[in-house]
């Protein structure tokens, strides 16, 4: 903040209220400040100066008052912090201010929506969304949060023919240990395997479903099936 004073031949005295940071240049004619309003929700600031003439030593008063606002502040609500691709997640402003502009950190010069609550749909491993609120003042604030993109674990089946009545081995390709693997097979409930492989005897053609669930986020899931087929004796 600034003020300058406008007069020939004159020297100048400065004094405030409600402020100890105000600073003047050489001559006194030009004063400047940096506004807070501490504790408060707001505070008036008085700024007084008293203009004398050199030459007749005649001098004049004036003021100006300026209100100071609190800068306010802005939260974003609690939310999920890992996103499965493809799935969007919901950010919102805790409280209600006069308007609301949503940018990401990596183009922050693109706005991307200018409402309390806004969805959003990463496609960044992670990306921070930045949310800047203006309150009736004018006066703004800033809150950010980092979200992390799940991809759905992705892997296949690795597996030899047998003959019947044999031992045969079914295994993963692509097992990755953040991620834990479920498996179901002879009719049994879905089973932590972190082995990531079975070794069963097959005397029939064997249907076996595995789904992994990532460890950060396990409704980020993927369900296959496989078909374990025996060779018959002769």
Known sequence: FSLDVTATNCTFEW???????????????????ILDAGNNDS???????????TTTSCYSKGSFDVTVHKKPTVKIADHAKNVCE???VSLTSKDAFAS?????ANNREFVL???????FTPTEEETRYILTATDDHNCKGADSTDIYLIHKPSFTFNYTPVCQGSKGTISLNNVSSSIKYYWTYNGASAVLNTNN??????????????????EALPTCET????????????
């Open 86 to 88: 493809g799935n969007s």
């Open 223 to 234: 369900t296959e099936k496989f078909t374990a087929i025996v060779k018959l004796k002769p």
């Open 43 to 53: 505070k008036l600031i008085r700024y007084e100066v008293t203009a004398t003439n």
């Open 113 to 119: 929506g200018t409402t309390r609550s806004m969805d």
């Open 15 to 33: 004094s405030s209220q409600n402020s100890t940071t105000w600073q003047v240049n050489n001559d006194k004619s030009h004063l400047t400040d």
């Open 100 to 104: 609301y502009s949503w940018v990401a």
């Open 197 to 214: 492989f079975i070794e069963m005897t097959l005397n029939q053609d064997e249907e076996i479903t595995v789904t992994a669930q990532p």
